[in-house]
């Protein structure tokens, strides 16, 4: 009986801090990007500034591709039929561009907007 | 055929502006062409392996895998150049002197040789490995095979065509200059690969960038760009750096540095101690 009395408002309490922890660390949204013919589908991806975003890249093709940036810094091997995540940010709003480094006449465009108040 | 020639031709470049540096800054060391080749093939070998072991890898530790295996290769390279700039700054004036005197039979010690074969071997590997994986893709992808892999020949022979140039420029510079040069060289390609091993880190999340951009010259210079990649190889390039990888650069500056002046006083005052 002295166990149940204090499970309860124990359980209710790690609950509550889990609450809490979630919401304070709101994990990194997942934002989708095709590889399909060693191009990107959306050409275009839009995050929001001043948090990190995770990235996931798949690829559609048996061939390897590498997303790369020189504008935030990523060189990450997508292979072939296989999504790898790509830790994005933070990052101030504007455009940033990527490519594949094995066909970097396919581009595609980071589009960080400012954050909602 | 253009494109395979530029992606090649780039890849390529880094590893052959590293070796050309190393296999210069071992002037005297007998069998430097051999150890260069040994390490192009285990290079290639670890290439080849890299690239088929590539979805292992990337699945490695929560997808970081790739991160994590450029910030070892990358920080193995550069703490392996430090290592051997540091010892050279105490034995390359004795080196020097014994090398005009005796002729180029002179033993330059173990620490050269592995150098030159782990510096080539890592860097052969790091750029090979994604020269492997885009002729992989050119193969399974079913297009026109024959201009792509000519291309490939032609990138991966203007790269070497490179590295031997600047091989022979160094070479032509006088013996006792020679280790104060490639030294300097050398201190900052090791600090560039450190400060770069850390930005992977930085990139899968294990190191925090304290500041994302610390600057952006990548409209003033494109690290796609050759002279951008040129430079990524021998100073560690970025246009976009983060505050860690910045600070990174400057404490392996300062602490490579450090220890090669000490160590080359110590020489000078040992030399001083023999004289009296």
Redesign the interface.
Known sequence: MTRSKYLFPLLGAVLALAGISAAAAAPPQDVPLMIRN?AFQPRTLTIPAGR?VKIVVTNR??????F?S???????????Q?A??V?V????PGKYGF?N?????NTGTLLVAPERR | MIGALVIVFREVLEAALVIGVVAAAVEGLPGRGRLVAAGIVFGIAGAALVASAIGAISRFAGGTGQELFGAVVLCAAGLMLAWHNIWMAEHGREMAARLKSLGADVVAGRASVAMLLVVTALAVMREGSEIAMFLYGIAVSGVRTIPLLTGSVLGLAAGAAVGLVLFAGLSRVPLQRLFQVSGAIILFIASGMLARGIAFLVQAGYLPPLVPQVWDSSALLSGGSLVGRSLSALVGYTPAPSLMQVLAWLFSFAAIGTLMLARSERFAARRAEVAN
Request: negative net charge.
């Open positions: 060693q990190t093709d048996v061939a390897p591709a590498e790369e020189n504008d935030f810094n990523r060189e990450v091997v997508i292979p072939g296989s790898v995540p830790y940010g933070p990052l101030k490519f480094d094995f066909h970097p006449e």
